[in-house]
């Protein structure tokens, strides 16, 4: 299993710019997350999916948009980059199998400039 | 508003000492609580959990404790060693969080264990 992969690993936009960051799963799970990591702050939850064509809003949801379209895939589409969304990009999934360990496993992240 | 707080920005031990990592969390309804490591230029990876009925979760050289009532968990890695040199994010989920799995991080806490 390759796990979480996201593409791509770098990117610069200029502002006013839009893009799409892609996410995928092979683990058949069925919740994904989107989060984003500022210097020396926690990750923040962007939006999240609890399984195919259901998506919601996180903590800081403004400025993205999300599908879901397949279990597969969760990819974060960015509208009219701003400074403010440069940031490291971390896509995760989870089963919620439940106890003891109901972790979320993380894709590599990508690592976005807007200027 | 930070419901979960990790203060110490970072924390430096030399291998073979106990490294202890701290967390605090305000709010009452968190029942679940796990501890993510992350290396530079890598997605955040599982290290240990602990569910709210427990007091202390021990796996190999990490165990995790938690004080209710304090509203505090803390992480010990003994002995310390040179590859545990890395971020260490705590992470909280709510009891109605149990259908999403929508953790909340701390900041981090940057650790370096020197040879």
């Known amino acids: 299993n390759a796990g979480v992969t996201q593409t791509p690993k770098f990117r610069i936009l200029k502002i006013g710019q839009s893009m799409t960051l892609q996410c995928a799963q092979d683990m058949n799970h069925n919740y994904m997350y989107w989060y984003r990591q500022d210097p020396g702050m926690g990750l923040k939850l962007i939006y999240y999916?609890?399984?195919?064509?259901?998506?919601d809003k996180g903590e800081v949801p403004n400025g993205y948009n999300v599908s879901r379209s397949t279990t597969e895939d969760f990819p974060l589409r960015l509208e009219l980059a701003a400074p403010s969304q440069t940031s490291v990009y971390f896509c995760?999934?989870?089963?919620?199998?439940?106890?003891?360990?109901?972790?979320?496993?993380f894709g590599p992240g990508t690592r976005l400039t807007v200027t | 508003d930070q419901q979960v707080k990790q203060n110490s920005p970072s924390l430096s031990v030399q291998e073979g000492r106990i490294s202890i990592l701290n967390c605090d969390y305000t709010?009452?309804?968190?029942?679940?609580f796990l501890w993510y490591k992350k290396y530079p230029a890598e997605g955040p990876t599982f290290l240990i959990s602990?569910?709210?009925?427990?007091d202390k979760n021990e796996d190999g050289r990490f165990t995790v404790f938690l004080n209710k009532s304090a509203k505090h968990l803390s992480l010990h890695i003994v002995p310390s060693q040179p590859g545990d040199s890395a971020v260490y994010f705590c992470?909280?989920?709510?009891?109605?969080?149990?259908?999403?799995?929508?953790?909340?991080f701390g900041q981090g806490t940057t650790l370096q264990v020197k040879p």
């Open positions: 999916s609890v399984g195919a064509g259901i998506t």
């Open positions: 992470a909280a989920k709510g009891h109605g969080s149990s259908n999403t799995g929508k953790l909340i």
């Open positions: 995760a999934s989870n089963t919620l199998a439940g106890a003891p360990r109901d972790e979320q496993y």
């Open positions: 602990i569910s709210s009925i427990k």
């Open positions: 709010n009452s309804m968190f029942d679940y």
